[in-house]
C-alpha cells in the first residue's frame, strides 16, 4: 500500500483549496485536513507553528498509521519544515512551496498591517478581487469567501506574524528526507532564497523555481503542480 499524502493549506483557506490536486491525483491517499483556527478545525485555537505541527503530527498517527508524505503551500510548507524539525519519523518525501524560512525583520509591523486590513476582507468585491489575482478555481471561489469571513483579524496576523518570523532550523543539516522546495518566480526574495537555502542545508533536498509562478501557483498551473507531486513523491531515492 502506498504512502498517504497529507496536503497542508495556506493561512486563510482549507484543506478545499487542494481540490484540483486531489481530482488528478488519485494513485495516492490523499488526506486534507484544515489546520487549526481554519473551516472543520476553528474550534481548535491556533497557537504556534511548532503547536500545528504537533496537531499535524497527531492526525498522521490517527489517519495515516504514524507516517506520511507532505504536501505544503505557504504556511502548510513553513508546517512541513517544523515537522522535519521537531517530527521526523512522522514524514516521509515532502513537497514545500512557498514556504517562508529567513526570520524576515519588522513582522510585527506586518501584523499590525493585517489587522487594520482585515476590515476590508468583508467587502466581497474585495476579496472576489484578491481570489481572482489568486488564480482560484471560480468554483472554489464560494469556499474562499467563506473562509475569510470566517477568519478572525487576530488569528490571521498571528500567523502572518509567525510565518515571518520562522527560521530554518540547522537540525534540518542532518536530515535526510527528500524533500522538493519550490518557488514561483514571482514570489517574495526571502521565499525564494528559504527554498535555495533549504536545498544547501539538507543532503536529499533540492530546489526548482517555476517560472512565471504566483505563490498559488497550484491554480495557477495546476496540471503542473499535480505532475510535481507525483513526479516527486513516485521516485524511490
Not at 159 to 187: F, K
Request: charged fraction near 20%; aromatic fraction near 6%.
Amino acid at each position: 500500500m502506498s504512502t498517504p499524502v497529507v496536503f497542508l493549506h495556506g493561512a486563510g483557506l482549507g484543506g478545499w483549496m487542494w481540490r484540483p490536486q486531489v481530482e488528478s491525483l488519485t494513485q495516492f491517499r490523499c488526506i486534507t485536513p484544515d489546520l487549526p483556527g481554519h473551516g472543520a478545525s476553528l474550534q481548535v485555537p491556533w497557537r504556534t507553528i511548532p503547536d500545528a505541527a504537533r496537531w499535524v503530527a497527531d492526525l498522521i498517527q490517527r489517519e495515516a498509521g504514524g507516517h506520511a508524505h507532505i504536501v505544503g503551500l505557504s504556511l502548510g510548507a513553513v508546517i512541513g519544515y517544523e515537522l522535519m524539525t521537531s517530527f521526523p519519523d512522522s514524514v516521509g518525501r515532502l513537497v514545500l512551496s512557498g514556504g517562508n524560512g529567513t526570520g524576515k525583520t519588522g513582522r510585527s509591523r506586518m501584523g499590525r498591517l493585517m489587522r487594520l486590513m482585515m476590515p476590508l476582507a468583508r467587502n466581497r468585491l474585495m476579496v472576489a478581487a484578491t481570489l481572482a489575482a489568486m488564480k482560484m478555481p471560480k468554483e472554489d471561489r464560494p469556499k474562499g469567501h467563506r473562509a475569510m469571513a470566517e477568519m478572525t483579524s487576530e488569528s490571521l496576523s498571528t500567523m502572518v506574524e509567525q510565518v515571518l518570523a520562522y527560521r530554518l532550523d540547522d537540525v534540518l543539516r542532518t536530515r535526510l528526507h527528500h524533500a522538493l522546495a519550490v518557488a514561483g518566480s514571482l514570489e517574495a526574495p526571502t521565499i525564494k532564497h528559504t527554498v535555495r537555502r533549504l536545498a544547501e542545508m539538507m543532503p536529499n533536498a533540492e530546489a526548482r523555481e517555476i517560472p512565471r509562478g504566483l505563490h498559488t501557483w497550484n491554480w495557477q498551473y495546476p496540471e503542473l503542480f499535480s505532475r510535481t507531486v507525483d513526479e516527486w513523491l513516485s521516485r524511490d531515492s
